[in-house]
């Protein structure tokens, strides 16, 4: 067998049993509402919402249009909500995929209204309060009432739920208690002109660690993909990784003192060694930024990057002894091998960014192969 430059193996199984585990901590009355936005983190949209639909999301959420309209062209049904703010050809494209869209504004509500009109279709309103994001949304609550009443007379429109972010859900509790107060006021107003509408506002980040935000429905993303939302082990939650990045040895050779490795030379070897090249790189979707300031497991020992990341390639620096290391040997650059484990939180914390970017950076030029703990299925 011919191994892949950069290979993703997905387990399908991890995905489905974090959302059952997040099903079990929000009870019964909570609905669970999985984000597979930007391509599922990285991990596959579709793949990651048959997973999650398995594992008891009643709901799935995109940011896009044409994220939904290729849920629902896989043949994935079930509510579906777009979070983003939709331009005129978008929001056709969410009512074309029967999702439900997030309004803020009266004159958003007339577009919404009028494009389901013209198809003969009753779509479904989320109205947005913000609470502090600063982003989408309206910050006063008698206006954005006002909204919703006027949704409530527009025809074609079904006042369907209220929402919000919360900014600081991962770092600030009493903050977000105070922005939850905020929403659950308008929502109880809300609540009086549209009494079965879903009240949602947790994250992951508030999903598992502020119980009161849970309120009708939960919108979680990291975690059902295994990642921890503070950045910390995602065992800490009962979760577990899905996503294993691997490539393997594509060539092997010695390096003496004063020779150098990859664009701009900016790593020389001081002693006799041996180098490793891994064909992943930036093109791969593998961070630049782990220039000389990354690591990979080979060989069942963790080794440093060396030299720049480049578009294809990038270097390890496997020591004065490569043992029995050989051209052809596996490599593991997120996930475990023996008993050394790399995760996306490490490498995201290696260089200050967040383990959502880790993943969701991967690119099409990764093979992509799903499995079912160790099974292999059909992407
Ligand atoms: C992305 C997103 C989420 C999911 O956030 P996680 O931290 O990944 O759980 C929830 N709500 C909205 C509006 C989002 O944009």
Redesign the pocket.
């Known amino acids: 067998m011919t191994p892949s430059r950069a290979l993703a193996r997905v387990n399908l199984a991890a995905i489905e049993r974090n959302c059952a585990l997040l099903r079990s901590r929000i009870g019964d009355s909570t609905e669970l509402c999985a ?1 597979v ?1 930007a391509n599922g ?1 990285g991990h596959g949209a579709v793949q990651t919402a048959r997973a999650a639909q398995a594992g008891g999301a009643g709901w799935l ?1 995109v ?1 896009a249009a044409r994220e939904a309209a290729e849920l629902r062209a896989a043949g994935i049904g079930g509510p579906l909500l777009v ?2 703010a939709l331009s005129g050809g978008e929001l056709e494209v969410a009512l074309d995929a029967d999702a439900d869209v997030v309004v803020w504004s009266a004159e958003l509500a007339e577009r919404a209204s009028a494009g389901a009109r013209a198809r003969g279709i009753e779509v479904g309103v989320h109205l947005k309060l913000d609470v502090g994001m600063g982003r989408l949304g309206t910050r006063d609550p008698d206006e954005l009432l006002a909204v919703g009443r006027r949704v409530l007379e527009l025809p074609g429109l079904r006042l369907a739920g209220a ?1 919000t ?1 919360f900014p600081c ?2 770092e600030d509790l009493a903050l977000t208690r105070q922005q939850l107060a905020a929403f659950t006021a308008f929502g109880a107003r809300l609540r009086e002109l549209a009494p079965d509408l879903l009240l949602h506002a947790a ?3 508030a ?1 598992l660690g502020l119980a009161e935000s849970r309120l009708d429905m939960v ?6 993909y295994g990642l921890d ?1 503070w950045g910390r082990d995602p065992a800490e939650h009962g979760l577990e990784a899905a996503l294993e990045l691997r490539s393997h040895v594509a060539a092997l050779k010695p390096i003496a003192p004063g020779q150098t490795v990859g664009y701009g030379a900016t790593f020389t070897a001081t002693e006799p060694g041996w180098i490793a090249t891994l064909p992943i790189g930036y093109g791969d979707g593998f961070r630049r930024a782990f220039s000389n300031n990354g690591v990979a497991l080979l060989g069942g020992r963790r080794r440093p990057l060396v030299g720049r990341v480049s578009m294809d390639n990038v270097c390890v620096d496997v020591g004065p002894d490569p043992g029995a290391l050989r051209v052809g040997d596996p490599v593991v650059l997120i996930g475990a091998m023996g008993e050394e484990r790399i995760t996306a939180e490490e490498l995201a914390a290696l260089i200050g960014t967040i383990n ?1 970017e880790i993943t969701t950076a991967l690119s099409e030029r990764v093979v992509w192969e799903y499995h079912v703990d160790g099974d292999p299925v059909d992407g």
């Open positions: 984000v936005k983190y959420a940011a979070l983003g929402m972010h859900a991962d994250n992951s980040p999903a919108r979680c993303g990291i975690a059902i939302p959502y």
